[in-house]
């Protein structure tokens, strides 16, 4: 088998829901302590597509770009408390 390279970008709309004593603290753990662990696998047979993963560029978008030139499908970060 041979082995391929590459390089890929990501656009991913998250919904999430988490636990946290403030907003503040909600905020530091998405924007300061956040890490992403990161599988592609193979829809049929759920094994792993890729070999090695490097995640070393990575960031949630607290505002999308604006101006001439915009990152397509990323939508301005919002965090709400529960009621």
């Not at 391929?4 to 990501?10: A, E, K, M, N, T």
């Not at 094994?47 to 090695?52: A, H, K, L, Q, S």
């Not at 607290?62 to 529960?82: A, C, H, K, L, W």
């Amino acid at each position: 088998m041979k082995e391929f390279y590459g390089d890929i970008s990501l656009i991913l709309d998250l919904s999430f829901s988490m636990e946290a004593s403030s907003m503040d603290e909600a905020i530091e753990k998405i924007f300061e302590k956040a890490y992403i662990s990161f599988n592609v696998k193979n829809e049929e047979t759920e094994e792993d597509i890729f070999t090695g993963v490097d995640v070393n560029n990575w960031y949630f978008v607290d505002e999308p770009t604006q101006g001439n030139v915009m990152q397509s499908g990323v939508r301005p970060f919002e965090i709400y408390e529960e009621d």
